[in-house]
């Protein structure tokens, strides 16, 4: 079974801090993502990563940062914490593959985020 | 900008209903994927539809692309509690690997 698993099931941070999500997997999949899920608006893509050391913007960048130094790991970093950021945030896996549209995407727990 | 609308966003029904869950776009998708997510959990593949007009049964749940790779349902049949969750559409960006998701339906049965 495919893991990924996200350090922090809640994290409780203040404005202004530097905060670090970290996200592993184990299927040595290519694509990673970082998304934010908030009621009403569904999961909405931060950050793409398509293999180690490449990264691409999402819907919504702004505010946010990406490392991916191996394969199995991506990094979300809020690089200055805002109370808007408060959220849940998923990460994501999943192959390229042959047809990379159909391939399916494989999900963390989450974290819950809390920005005082 | 590709939007996903899924309809309606919160249902609640008693145990044995049946309900039906839309998703709709004025883009054409290359595939469509179905996920639910229970509280505290990361969302789960359902499945993934691929060809304008398919069809594909899962037990109870019964999910339909449309012809025109525009839309997409979720039909169930004789819900049971453990039916509850979050369940979202996502649409495929081509080739990209990335998805577009909908808002979400939040779906509550009562037993």
């Known amino acids: 079974d495919v893991k990924v698993t996200q350090s922090s099931r809640y994290l409780v941070k203040r404005t202004g801090e530097k905060v670090f999500l970290e996200c592993v997997q184990d299927m040595d999949h290519e694509n990673m993502f970082w998304y934010r899920q908030d009621p009403g608006l569904g999961l909405r893509l931060i950050y793409f990563s398509y293999d180690v050391k490449m990264k691409e913007k999402g819907d919504i960048p702004e505010g946010y940062s990406v490392s991916r130094e191996k394969k199995e790991r991506f990094s979300l970093i809020l690089e200055s914490a805002s109370t808007n950021q408060t959220s849940m945030y998923l990460c994501a896996s999943s192959f390229p593959g042959q047809g990379y549209s159909n391939q399916p995407q494989h999900f963390g727990d989450g974290t819950r985020l809390s920005i005082l | 900008t590709q939007l996903l609308e899924q309809s309606p966003q919160f249902l609640s029904i008693q145990e044995g209903e049946n309900l039906t869950v839309y998703c709709n776009s004025s883009s054409v998708f290359s595939s469509l994927q179905w996920y639910r997510q229970e509280p505290g959990e990361g969302p789960v593949l359902l499945v993934t539809?691929?060809?304008?007009?398919e069809v594909k049964k899962l037990k109870r749940l019964t999910f339909q692309f449309g012809d025109a790779r525009k839309d997409s349902s979720l039909h169930i049949t004789a819900a049971q509690t453990g039916d509850t969750g979050l369940y979202l559409c996502a649409g495929a960006r081509g080739n990209t690997g990335k998805l577009i998701f909908g808002q979400g339906t939040t779906l509550q049965v009562k037993p």
């Open positions: 539809v691929v060809t304008g007009g």
